[in-house]
């Protein structure tokens, strides 16, 4: 499992790429969920894959509400229809991050199946709150 900081670094440099619109292919979206691609593919898992960003707003609510949202990942199914399951794995305390796994329609193949590690970040006082996922050395999981 990559270090908690590792991980929210990387998450950092994403969102400082996403701020580079010329390097993301035109925005797609459906029901106020807008998705973009990079325009490079970037190595993941042995793989070449683009990064895919989704931006969506929510009336009305505080950050730390989306927060507490984001991080009870076993009620997603409840606001989220691509999972069928998600599950928590449990807490890794030494690497300060939690394990789960959710279960996804890829119609016409067959489910997939994604094993996460998630890490959080919270400031109060900044109102700067961050839920991270990432597929990095999923295999203690």
Request: contains cysteine.
């Amino acid at each position: 499992m990559p270090q908690r900081k590792a991980v929210l670094e990387l998450a950092h440099q994403r969102l400082e790429f996403y701020d580079h619109k010329d390097r993301l292919e035109d925005p797609k979206g459906s029901d106020g969920v807008s998705f973009r691609l990079s325009k490079d593919d970037f190595s993941c898992g042995g793989d070449l894959v683009p990064l895919t960003f989704m931006e969506f707003d929510v009336p009305d609510a505080r950050p730390v509400d989306v927060f507490n949202v984001l991080f009870a990942v076993e009620n997603q199914t409840e606001w989220d229809t691509a999972p069928k399951e998600m599950k928590v794995l449990g807490d890794w305390k030494q690497y300060q991050a939690r394990g789960t796994v959710g279960l996804f329609d890829a119609a016409p193949l067959s489910t997939r199946e994604i094993w996460q590690w998630q890490v959080l970040s919270a400031n109060f006082t900044s109102q700067e709150f961050w839920v991270v996922y990432t597929s990095l050395e999923t295999d203690p999981l």
